[in-house]
């Protein structure tokens, strides 16, 4: 069964630090690969996604996210990190059906 | 630029009662999803829809939550009686059947409080 894994439940970051936000995951395929971004009370925004190709995928808003099949990774960065960035960071994997979602990093940026 | 609309933003309902939600998906979308989100954690997958037939609803608690789509454009998300532990936002998504790409596009949820 497909499952996603984000060790970290909080990170905090001073603004204009670089970022990273983990995220490991199991699937029997190939999968495809997202991130998403939810602000308080808010809904999800796709930051990026990952099908196919080349592993390195630019997204909205600044962020990148690398593809390592080795590792089953998929990690978010982020060379400069902005006070707006602060939010809940979601990696999920699935296809046309089961979409998984990890719990979430939350991401405090520090003045 | 196309939006998931959803209603209402928040309801407080008592224990036993009967609660809705509606989702309008973004036109021409064919597959719909309802999440439920308790704080904290990730999005869980209640249902999924293609078009007006249900393609996933393992994680429905079909016992008190009950799904439509009749049309295969809007859906309601219906549960009674409500129980405490189902505070949590519910969520409906969006995807384009054609794209292959199955990025889905959330609207803003329901806030639900059972007291």
């Known amino acids: 069964a497909q499952s996603v894994t984000q060790p970290d439940i909080h990170i905090t970051v001073s603004e204009g630090a670089s970022l990273e936000l983990r995220c490991n995951y199991s699937?029997?395929?190939?999968?495809?690969l997202f991130w998403y971004v939810q602000s308080p009370g808010q809904g999800l925004q796709l930051l990026l996604k990952y099908f196919s190709g080349d592993t390195l995928v630019q997204g909205i808003k600044g962020f990148e996210a690398e593809f390592k099949r080795s590792q089953s990774s998929f990690n978010l960065r982020k060379p400069s990190v902005h006070w707006s960035d602060a939010a809940e960071y979601f990696c999920a994997v699935g296809a046309r059906v089961d979409m998984r979602f990890g719990a979430g990093t939350r991401l405090t940026v520090k003045p | 630029e196309a939006e998931v609309a959803q209603s209402p933003r928040y309801k407080i309902t008592e224990k036993s009662q009967a609660v809705a939600f509606w989702c309008d998906p973004i036109?021409?979308?064919?597959?719909l999803y309802w999440y439920r989100q308790i704080l904290g954690q990730g999005p869980e997958l209640l249902v999924q829809f293609q078009d007006e037939s249900v393609v996933d609803d393992s994680q429905l608690p079909k016992d008190r939550f009950s799904a439509e789509r009749l049309k295969g454009v809007d859906s309601t998300l219906k549960i009674q009686p409500a129980e405490l532990g189902d505070s949590a936002m519910y969520l409906c998504?969006?995807?384009?059947?054609?794209?292959?790409?199955?990025?889905?596009?959330f609207g803003p949820g329901t806030r639900l409080t059972v007291t």
């Open positions: 998504a969006s995807s384009p059947w054609t794209s292959g790409t199955y990025e889905q596009y």
């Open positions: 699937y029997g395929a190939t999968p495809y």
């Open positions: 036109s021409g979308h064919a597959t």
